[in-house]
């Protein structure tokens, strides 16, 4: 049985789409995702709503699922979305050398990061495998797979000691933060865009938010009062990011990060920018419920089969960024790609539901 509309899969929905129009760079609708007028973008919201999801895997607190039976389950959802990884990733680099070939431009072939794909091709291809080697805006999934493979010490630690598990990932965070602690890549030298050990934080409290008991409770006990404090902090950070309103980030003191916005150790002026956001996100959803259901009911359909919808929507904003780079943009090109990109979004969620009906 399909689930019912609700808000977690809304915007669930609405961050696959933002992450569908923001993956193809300077498109003329990309200036209308809530990026723009944030410090934090779709990402953060799809991890917190993983989070979020994992308490419907773990149980309710008075009929747990067994502990086999969700290890099973969480473990095989990592494997799962690691195979989707390796699939969209080969199909990134074969579209890559396609456009290098048809459009005799071998420019493409050092596109996103994929170079080393082709001139080191040994090397590159087992970082592919381990993971330690990604190519740009196919980044998301890796940190997915991790997430996934922490998921049953969330659910364990929660089960047995819950005071500790927020305790636990803070720390983590903090210290690669104020250490600039981070996963390395590899053959090309670098570090993961998005950095496990920080962004397993949202993951966690988008977890903890979702519970009745603990700091979650305490969120919807006082919601209201939180929501007030949120406006202050979303609308003066958003004004400061549109203006660019920043301090000299070579004049700020250690440890830096700390201070600074960054997206890849999700520093904690971007992370209390972004739970602020979410708070007023969250009183939101009544109003749009009643205002647009049919949107609603969309974006809750991409939501409930975000795995298939987000691994076909990176493929068709990769395709699209070739388009726009071989034959220019403009609001009518933008438009055919990102209307056509929906559709094709759309009728992949409505197959995934037909076969899961027909399952």
């Known amino acids: 049985m399909l689930r019912q509309v609700n808000a977690v899969d809304f915007w669930r929905g609405y961050a696959l789409v933002a992450i569908f129009v923001n993956h193809i760079p300077q498109n003329f609708y990309e200036r209308f995702t809530h990026k723009n007028f944030s410090l934090s973008d779709s990402a953060e919201l799809f991890v917190f709503l ?21 290890l099973h389950r969480l473990f095989g959802r990592a494997v799962t979305i690691y195979v989707a990884q390796m699939a969209i990733a080969l199909l990134a680099i074969a579209m890559l050398a396609a456009a290098a070939l048809l459009l005799v431009n071998p420019l493409f072939l ?9 001139y080191d091709p040994v090397r590159a291809h087992v970082g592919l495998v381990l993971l330690s080697h990604q190519l740009g805006y196919f980044n998301i999934l890796p940190l997915y797979v991790v997430l996934m493979m922490i998921a049953p010490f969330v659910a364990i630690m929660h089960r047995y000691v819950p005071e500790l598990l927020l305790p636990v990932s803070i720390s983590i965070y903090l210290a690669s933060v104020v250490f600039g602690i981070t996963v390395p890549t590899w053959p090309v030298e670098g570090q993961w865009f998005f950095n496990p050990l920080c962004w397993q934080l949202i993951y966690v409290l988008g977890f903890a938010m979702s519970r009745e008991r603990g700091a979650g409770g305490w969120v919807k006990r006082n919601i209201g009062w939180l929501r007030i404090a949120a406006v202050p902090i979303v609308v003066v950070l958003g004004i400061m990011g549109w203006f ?14 700390l201070f600074l916005i960054g997206k890849t150790f999700v520093t904690p002026i971007r992370l209390i920018q972004f739970l602020a956001l979410i708070a007023l996100m969250s009183a939101a959803y009544p109003y749009i419920v009643w205002a647009l259901p049919s949107l609603v009911s969309f974006l809750s359909r991409l939501g409930r089969n975000s795995l298939p919808v987000f691994c076909v929507g990176s493929v068709l904003s990769l395709a699209g960024q070739i388009i726009r780079f071989a034959y220019g943009g403009g609001l009518l090109v933008d438009t055919l790609l990102i209307g056509s990109g929906i559709v094709v979004l759309s009728l992949v969620a409505w197959l995934s539901e037909w076969r899961s009906r027909k399952d």
Request: proline fraction near 14%; aromatic fraction near 12%.
């Open 50 to 70: 993983a989070g979020w999801s994992l308490r419907h895997v773990v149980g309710r607190p008075e009929d747990p699922r067994p502990i086999s039976d969700l």
């Open 110 to 118: 050092e596109w996103h990061n994929a170079a080393a794909i082709f």
């Open 244 to 257: 660019n309103l920043w301090w000299d980030p070579t004049k700020v003191p250690e440890p830096r990060l």
